[in-house]
């Protein structure tokens, strides 16, 4: 992951991964997500992840290393409407749960 190492603690990192992961594997139930890029839903579960932890667990620097990151690494924009729209849903559907 893009999280540079030793920025949050090893327990934080694993938080954040089982949370992305469970909010993919409920991407898998809804068809809507068919239409979508992989990488918009993948990217979608990990910034609700992110933002789902308070900022004394995972820093806002941090978080904003990530999506500079994935802009310059993936060529990823965390702002694209596609990827907005991921998130909007992906959250509905956890909170719905």
Do not use: W
Not at 2 to 9: A, D, F, K, R, V
Not at 23 to 40: H, I, N, Q
Not at 79 to 91: G, I, K, M, P
Request: include cysteine.
């Amino acid at each position: 992951m893009l999280i540079p190492s030793g920025s949050c603690s090893g327990i934080v990192k694993h938080e954040l991964l089982e949370l992305a992961r469970f909010l993919t594997e409920l991407a898998v139930c809804d068809y809507y997500f068919v239409t979508r890029k992989p990488s918009s839903i993948a990217l979608a579960a990990v910034l609700n992840a992110m933002d789902g932890m308070s900022s004394s667990r995972l820093p806002e620097d941090v978080r904003q290393r990530f999506v500079e990151s994935v802009r310059f690494v993936a060529g990823l924009d965390c702002d694209n409407a596609e990827v907005e729209e991921c998130q909007v849903r992906l959250r509905d559907m956890y909170f719905q749960g």
